[in-house]
């Protein structure tokens, strides 16, 4: 249940995060305010890093899978914050959830994954999900949603980065630090080119985002560390619930028809693909075990009723 009202908190944070940018809009540059929000998220990740070794598990063993991440990881974000400018919230959220689609088809040539007919109709049938939402008529707000869409693409390439580099044994905070600091000197650059002095309620609202941007990354980290993910995974669409909530409220900005059935459909397909790979996973332990390779016993140990990591 703590692992669940986590994985909400998160969505929550996220969606505060998103309505802020929003809010400052054209009025402010954005280098500026990813730096400020990476900043912020570091400071709020360091309870997290003296829990997992101090400064001395900030020390990098994949630079490699790192860059890929890092690189990755900044380009979603700056195509997320170039969508919650231009388009509804609700719009941004829905389109994000192409990237589990994105994820499933880069995993065939990325993790040599085999990825069977079922799985691959609910890829199909997502994506018209996700045409339905575009509404590709031309215009400022279709290219807002290509370039959204984009930036769901390499956020698949940076979930596979760092499942790569769970795998070898970094760290999620080490991850996630490294990440906010490339980003944070990333942006850092074009900061004498674009600095902008904040009103009083500009910094407020800088504050805010880097803040609830980082306890959205802590809620999500301790979820994910204490539940189980087919259990909490659904939980995360209720991020589109916020989304839709905020418009409404905020912008006045009702969802249209083809909006709601295609983020449906996105929604669907995510959680049926979802629901293939805990199956398969838990198929593939069976096999294991059977052959006499499943983990020792032991308090750590994966169940048998237990969805993959």
Known sequence: MLAILAVLASTLAFTVMSALIKTLGHDFPMPQSIFIRSVVGILVMLPLLRRSGGWASLRVRHVGWHVVRCCSGLFGTVSSFYGYIMLPLADVMALGFTMPLFLTVLAIPLLGERVGIRRATAVVVGFLGAVLIIRPEGGGETFASLFVLAGAVTWAISMIAIRRLGAMGESPVTIVIWFSAFAA????LLLPFVWQTPTALQWAMLLAIGISGG?????????????????????????????????????????EWQMLIGAAILVASGLYILHREAKLGLARRRGAAAAGKAAPAGPDAPRADQSPG
């Open 215 to 255: 306890f959205g990354q802590l809620f999500i980290s301790y979820a994910y560390r204490a539940g189980d993910v087919v259990l909490l995974a659904p939980f995360e669409y209720m991020a589109l619930l916020w989304a839709l909530g905020a418009d409404i409220l905020f912008w006045q900005a009702a969802p």
């Open 185 to 188: 000197a990333m942006s850092g």
